[in-house]
């Protein structure tokens, strides 16, 4: 018999025992109370908890990320002595004539102002935001996989020791090279903080609420509150010690927490899934002596699950986010998709400056921008069934790529002023969509057994957009419109290749397994 027929007769035979565990799976389910783990998440007192643990990180997160906004924020020479000058060029004219001292005006004793890197040395503190966000690129790759295999809580609690204590040394650093050294390390659990959190709390939340959830809490409203914590700082080295001190918070609540339930069964931990879940039962006051064999249903079916997949191996890695021609469409979708916005979105935030009015407002106004369009998504989602998670990204896209062009024509033209900061509101606010909708509908996409794995790759590869968005406006040097183009073409690819590969998520179950081996690309063949 060729090896042709033979594949085929084995793919046969693996579907007939796929349609037989599907009628297993049907008899459990339609004996328990509970379908899912999902049924079992309710939003009560031990979800509260969750979500002020994810409010606590989620806000050391972004300022951990952000705070370059500021601590690299360009002060603009306007004397050199007692001489006024008009521009780095009048000031070089006059340094090299005198050899005279520089006077700035900032708003944030930035590192450029504290080392004196200004006018073209101050490119060199904006080129180490590349290398600090490369080490936040390399810690959402390991703890991606360290959450997986070890835990999303355990991932959380490094993260948050590593930040802490790394963001405490940096406020010390004597020179541009160790604070790049520091931040950079510091980045790495940065990293971790950023993937895990997010899944940890969807793990940990109901369905039915995850879009507000997230919209609530998310970087949007701490990007109000971190301009005014930087303002009460008012220089880098302090600004970091607040930034370690709330990572020691984020340890704290974490202290509060458990594993996540869905993450110890899918790793066959079924007893102490059942311990953990039969405590948050009790701390949410909900449980009943009928609940512990509804449970064990629930699990009864997991276990089965389990023994359909029948993985050799539990242990995972990236190349499994490829292992069907669907999830490679799908992945490379969500991977360019998150490179474009994440690289728009720094890109403006990095050159803030460029900005007229005060830092700490135009940040201000930008997160609360970004927060009035998450509310308003939120209570869309909510109450219209019909309101999903990819119109949420086509109408996000439109937006920004509408904004950006508005933007690039205006300064084409020798416009600006008003409109470059409404435009720029205007595209950070909806970018702000944009990553909550596909971080989300990654969670929703992709089996837990690589649910963090597919977050985490995500997460990485879109600090591949932030590591190379502070250059952007060097372009600027040849005309001032260019960056606002180069923005308008990020966003329309990443337009094209969502509108062709992504279905709608909302309101799906979660599953816990990948498709057999025999429907992979990989998969095992005679």
């Not at 106004?365 to 998450?374: D, S, T």
């Given at each position: 018999m060729s090896s042709k027929s033979s594949t085929s007769s084995e793919e046969d035979e693996n579907f007939i025992k796929d349609v037989e565990d599907q009628k297993v799976l049907e008899v459990l389910t339609s004996h328990s109370k509970f379908k899912s783990l999902d049924d079992l998440v309710e939003l009560r007192w031990y979800c509260m908890l969750v979500l002020i643990m994810a409010e606590i990180t989620a806000f050391t997160a972004l300022a951990s990320v952000m705070v370059m906004v500021f601590a690299g924020a360009n002060p603009t020479v306007v004397g050199c002595d007692n001489t006024v000058v008009n521009g780095c060029h009048e000031y070089y004219s006059l340094k090299n004539r005198s050899g005279c001292t520089p006077v700035l005006e900032y708003q944030f004793e930035s590192v450029q102002v504290e080392f004196n890197y200004i006018c073209d040395d101050a490119k060199k503190v904006k080129n180490t935001i590349t290398i600090q966000t490369f080490g936040?690129?390399?810690?959402?790759?390991?703890?991606?996989?360290?959450?997986?295999?070890?835990?999303?809580?355990?991932?959380?609690?490094?993260?948050?020791?590593?930040?802490?204590?790394?963001?405490?040394?940096?406020?010390?650093?004597?020179?541009?090279?160790?604070?790049?050294?520091?931040?950079?390390?510091?980045?790495?659990?940065?990293?971790?903080?950023?993937?895990?959190?997010?899944?940890?709390?969807?793990?940990?939340?109901?369905?039915?609420?995850?879009?507000?959830?997230?919209?609530?809490?998310?970087?949007?409203?701490?990007?109000?509150?971190?301009?005014?914590?930087?303002?009460?700082?008012?220089?880098?080295?302090?600004?970091?010690?607040?930034?370690?001190?709330?990572?020691?918070?984020?340890?704290?609540?974490?202290?509060?927490?458990?594993?996540?339930?869905?993450?110890?069964?899918?790793?066959?931990?079924?007893?102490?899934?059942?311990?953990?879940?039969?405590?948050?039962?009790?701390?949410?006051?909900?449980?009943?002596?009928?609940?512990?064999?509804?449970?064990?249903?629930?699990?009864?079916?997991?276990?089965?699950?389990?023994?359909?997949?029948?993985?050799?191996?539990?242990?995972?890695?990236?190349?499994?986010?490829?292992?069907?021609?669907k999830m490679i469409a799908q992945t490379m979708t969500f991977i360019v998709g998150i490179i474009c916005t994440?690289?728009?979105?720094?890109?403006?935030?990095?050159?803030?400056?460029?900005?007229?009015?005060?830092?700490?407002?135009?940040?201000?106004?930008?997160?609360?921008?970004?927060?009035?369009?998450?509310?308003?998504?939120?209570?869309?989602?909510?109450q219209l069934p019909w309101f999903g998670r990819r119109l949420i990204n086509h109408i996000s896209m439109i937006f920004t790529l509408a904004s950006l062009a508005i933007v690039a024509g205006y300064v084409y033209i020798g416009n600006g002023g008003y409109v470059v900061a409404i435009g720029t509101t205007v595209a950070l606010a909806m970018c702000s969509q944009l990553f909550i909708a596909k971080y989300l509908m990654v969670n929703e996409l992709y089996p837990t057994a690589v649910r963090n794995l597919a977050v985490s790759a995500v997460s990485t590869m879109s600090r591949v957009g932030g590591m190379f968005s502070p250059q952007l406006f060097y372009l600027s040097d040849i005309a001032e419109w260019i960056p606002y183009a180069v923005l308008v073409g990020f966003q329309l690819v990443d337009l094209v290749l969502f509108c062709i590969t992504i279905p709608e998520t909302k309101g799906v179950h979660l599953e816990n397994h990948l498709p057999p081996e025999h429907k992979r690309i990989f998969g095992k063949r005679s």
């Open positions: 936040v690129l390399v810690g959402a790759a390991i703890f991606g996989q360290v959450s997986d295999n070890f835990g999303r809580r355990k991932a959380l609690i490094i993260s948050c020791i590593g930040n802490a204590i790394f963001n405490l040394i940096s406020s010390y650093s004597p020179s541009l090279f160790y604070f790049m050294l520091w931040r950079t390390v510091s980045g790495i659990f940065a990293g971790g903080l950023t993937v895990v959190q997010m899944v940890y709390m969807v793990e940990n939340i109901p369905r039915h609420h995850r879009m507000w959830i997230q919209n609530s809490i998310t970087w949007s409203p701490n990007l109000i509150i971190f301009p005014y914590i930087a303002y009460l700082a008012q220089n880098w080295r302090t600004l970091s010690v607040v930034i370690s001190a709330t990572s020691v918070l984020s340890f704290l609540a974490l202290m509060l927490l458990e594993e996540s339930p869905r993450w110890l069964v899918q790793k066959g931990k079924l007893e102490e899934a059942r311990r953990l879940l039969i405590k948050i039962r009790k701390t949410d006051g909900l449980y009943t002596s009928d609940f512990e064999k509804d449970l064990d249903e629930v699990l009864k079916i997991e276990a089965e699950k389990q023994v359909i997949s029948s993985k050799k191996s539990k242990k995972y890695t990236f190349i499994h986010l490829f292992c069907t021609w994440n690289f728009i979105v720094y890109a403006l935030l990095y050159n803030m400056e460029k900005l007229s009015g005060s830092l700490y407002w135009n940040s201000a106004i930008i997160g609360a921008a970004r927060w009035v369009v998450n509310i308003v998504v939120s209570i869309a989602d909510y």
